[in-house]
């Protein structure tokens, strides 16, 4: 019989949960200090072993299936992987793959991209300086899923990647989103921190840069405090191009957020909403020439507006929100920029030192068999004897080590010279090398022990590749006080209305146009309409209840209604008292005119100048707006110069 163990679902937990959710975080879904996800770095490690920096271009299924040796997770994901690093695809400021064939956009959700049996790659040249010290022991190498081969720990990137590219990640209880920056203002940046740690960061890096260009609307205290702590975010506008003549909007660049595909949803989902009434037509007419997105609007519109309300409606106005998580020595951290340019300095200070260090061992090495030649100098012929004279292969080596006083790796040396070579000329021109090797190994020493020439080797290297592969921003700043916002109301679209209210106290709102045609307003069994009245969708609506009170509401603030929806309580509408009932409502627009004519269940009545309930203020509610002597039974609206009669029945 099975024996239970009593367990806490708590160890449990932590001990099947914890190891699954440190995986995928620091095995797969947030970058680390070189910049790189693990896929990411298994990838483009595979193609410098491929040979494909500098080379011809290879099929990408043959990359893919190469990188499988590191990576498990599937011939797709791998490719996915690719297509997003390459310049085809256009998801990078700086792509690390050069690429030929058909990659989709990051700018379009529906355009797919091409097999990878049709599509050729290669490494960007930029990514030598990304790869470079891979030989050099400038970092760790680990062994693959199957320990059949070793792939780096990190890649000993010359410069701060993990602010060049966008880099996204969602993990478990925690996530990862870096916006890319200009490569030129990030090696700028970086060198003003070496040489002073407090720098101001916005002088050099003032914003993200982005591939696809558009707008940053850029205000400096909310871009100051998300350099500081790592969280925050800012808006993206696309750019657009107003053709008065044909009436017509063209948006060319849109922000890296969004798609062209959510951005025509968008406009359709604004034209069936009626927010975007003097929109006409809209559509992609993206060619080779570039990305396009077409709108139409109506010649009696005004393109300012109709601009604005494109850019409230739609995502061609869209945020980026930042999340800078980076995974340091394995564990994750919340960093700002200068804290993560810091740690970078910290960890390429060590690759330096590495690359140093074996570059001092390995001139060491060739130093050693140098002064073992320069004895063999001292007497060739000495040297060839010893070789002529000994009876069988393995005994020149420890015949020349007797002779000459050499140990077994000079004497080695020694003995793959050819006969040919053996000569003073030849000699001496190696042994020559001796005082150039001794001063570079002295030179590398300082380096390993020198901070301040580490760092100003990291200054070099960073000037070096801001050159070569430094380009000019392509998101554009533009300050919001730049940005001509019209008023609330000019946004709103302006359009002719029917308001209907039923003695249940519902409320329904028509536009005018869904009201050609024969309809039925639909109510409540045992309901009925109580009052019918025009109005516009820029009116102000006051309601009079039986509690003398007026509630105010914009026209639109309410959304529109269908015939076939009862339309909205006015009691959850207005939040209104406990038994208080809407009686009339009136349709105002500024400045108010005419007078009321109030009725109370008391049977008196009373003319109040419509003027007394016009407010400065856009206020919700006025208390006591009448005599609560008696409740309210009825009222009518008199407008201006209206001639007053009274028809009088007793029941």
């Known amino acids: 019989m099975a024996k239970a163990i009593e367990k806490k679902i708590s160890d449990t937990l932590f001990e099947n949960y914890?190891?699954?959710?440190?995986?995928?975080?620091?095995?797969?879904?947030?970058?680390?200090?070189?910049?790189?996800?693990?896929?990411?770095?298994?990838?483009?490690?595979?193609?410098?072993?491929?040979?494909?920096?500098?080379g011809a271009r290879a099929k990408s299924a043959d990359v893919v299936g190469q990188t499988m040796k590191l990576n498990p997770h599937g011939d797709q994901a791998i490719y996915e992987t690719l297509v997003r690093l390459t310049r085809g695809n256009g998801s990078l400021l700086h792509p690390w793959i050069d690429s030929k064939g058909n990659f989709g956009s990051v700018s379009s959700r529906d355009m797919q991209y091409a097999a990878s049996r049709y599509t050729e790659v290669r490494l960007d040249p930029s990514c030598e300086a990304i790869l470079t010290g891979l030989e050099k022991d400038a970092v760790d190498f680990v062994d693959n899923y199957s320990g059949t081969t070793k792939e780096p720990l990190l890649l000993p990137a010359v410069f701060p990647t993990i602010l060049v590219n966008n880099n996204q990640g969602i993990?478990?209880?925690?996530?990862?989103?870096?916006?890319?920056?200009?490569?030129?203002?990030?090696?700028?940046?970086?060198?003003?921190?070496?040489?002073?740690?407090?720098?101001?960061?916005?002088?050099?890096?003032?914003?993200?840069?982005?591939?696809?260009?558009?707008?940053?609307?850029?205000?400096?205290?909310?871009?100051?405090?998300?350099?500081?702590?790592?969280?925050?975010?800012?808006?993206?506008?696309s750019t657009a191009d107003v053709n008065r003549k044909e009436n017509r909007i063209e948006f060319r660049e849109i922000p890296y957020t969004t798609t062209i595909e959510t951005i025509i949803d968008d406009i359709a989902d604004g034209i069936k909403k009626a927010k975007l009434r003097d929109i006409v037509s809209v559509r992609d007419e993206t060619d080779l020439n570039g990305l396009c997105i077409s709108v139409d609007y109506k010649p009696s519109a005004d393109p300012d507006i109709v601009l604005h309300q494109l850019f409230a409606a739609t995502s061609l106005q869209n945020p980026f929100s930042c999340n800078f998580n980076v995974l340091i020595e394995n564990k994750p951290r919340l960093l700002g920029v200068r804290e993560i340019l810091l740690e970078w300095v910290e960890w390429r200070s060590v690759c330096i030192r590495r690359?140093?260090?074996?570059?001092?061992?390995?001139?060491?090495?060739?130093?050693?068999?140098?002064?073992?030649?320069?004895?063999?100098?001292?007497?060739?012929?000495?040297?060839?004897?010893?070789?002529?004279?000994?009876?069988?292969?393995?005994?020149?080596?420890?015949?020349?080590?007797?002779?000459?006083?050499?140990?077994?790796?000079?004497?080695?040396?020694?003995?793959?010279?050819r006969l040919r070579h053996l000569n003073r000329e030849y000699i001496l021109k190696r042994v020559k090398d001796v005082e150039a090797l001794e001063n570079e190994i002295n030179e590398l020493d300082r380096l390993v022990k020198s901070g301040a020439r580490v760092r100003e080797k990291i200054v070099r290297q960073l000037k070096d590749v801001a050159k070569r592969y430094g380009q000019e921003r392509k998101t554009r700043l533009i300050a919001p006080e730049e940005i001509e916002i019209p008023e609330e109301e000019e946004l709103i679209p302006s359009y002719n209305t029917r308001i209907f209210l039923t003695e249940e106290g519902y409320?329904?709102?028509?536009?005018?146009?869904?009201?050609?045609?024969?309809?039925?307003?639909?109510?409540?069994?045992?309901?009925?309409?109580?009052?019918?009245?025009?109005?516009?969708?820029?009116?102000e609506l006051l309601f009079f209840?039986?509690?003398?009170?007026?509630?105010?509401?914009?026209?639109?603030e309410i959304e529109d209604h269908r015939p076939s929806l009862l339309g909205e309580y006015t009691p959850n509408?207005?939040?209104?008292?406990?038994?208080?009932?809407?009686?009339?409502?009136?349709?105002?627009?500024?400045?108010?005119?005419?007078?009321?004519?109030?009725?109370?269940?008391?049977?008196?009545?009373?003319?109040?100048?419509?003027?007394?309930?016009?407010?400065?203020?856009?206020?919700?509610?006025?208390?006591?707006?009448?005599?609560?002597?008696?409740?309210?039974?009825?009222?009518?609206?008199?407008?201006?110069?209206?001639?007053?009669?009274?028809?009088?029945?007793?029941?």
């Open 355 to 417: 690359e140093a260090s074996f570059e001092a061992a390995r001139k060491r090495g060739a130093l050693h068999l140098l002064r073992g030649l320069e004895k063999i100098l001292l007497d060739i012929d000495k040297a060839i004897a010893v070789i002529r004279l000994t009876e069988t292969e393995k005994e020149v080596v420890p015949r020349l080590m007797a002779a000459f006083s050499i140990d077994e790796k000079q004497a080695d040396y020694v003995a793959e010279i």
């Open 507 to 539: 409320f329904k709102k028509l536009p005018a146009t869904s009201l050609r045609g024969n309809f039925e307003i639909k109510v409540k069994e045992g309901d009925r309409l109580i009052q019918e009245l025009d109005s516009s969708n820029h009116a």
């Open 545 to 556: 209840t039986d509690h003398a009170q007026v509630y105010k509401m914009m026209a639109w």
């Open 171 to 237: 993990a478990v209880g925690m996530a990862s989103n870096i916006c890319s920056f200009n490569l030129k203002e990030v090696c700028e940046t970086t060198i003003a921190l070496i040489r002073d740690p407090e720098a101001d960061l916005m002088e050099t890096l003032p914003a993200p840069d982005f591939s696809t260009g558009a707008y940053l609307i850029y205000d400096i205290d909310e871009m100051r405090e998300i350099y500081r702590t790592g969280r925050g975010s800012f808006l993206l506008r």
């Open 18 to 54: 914890m190891p699954y959710a440190m995986s995928v975080i620091v095995s797969r879904a947030i970058p680390e200090i070189d910049g790189f996800k693990p896929a990411h770095r298994k990838l483009l490690y595979t193609m410098y072993k491929m040979n494909l920096l500098g």
């Open 573 to 651: 509408l207005l939040d209104l008292d406990p038994g208080e009932r809407v009686v009339f409502i009136h349709s105002a627009t500024e400045p108010f005119r005419g007078e009321f004519l109030l009725f109370f269940k008391n049977g008196k009545g009373v003319r109040i100048d419509a003027f007394h309930y016009e407010t400065k203020q856009r206020r919700k509610k006025l208390i006591k707006a009448y005599d609560d002597s008696s409740p309210l039974a009825g009222m009518a609206y008199l407008p201006d110069g209206s001639d007053l009669s009274f028809a009088i029945r007793s029941k």
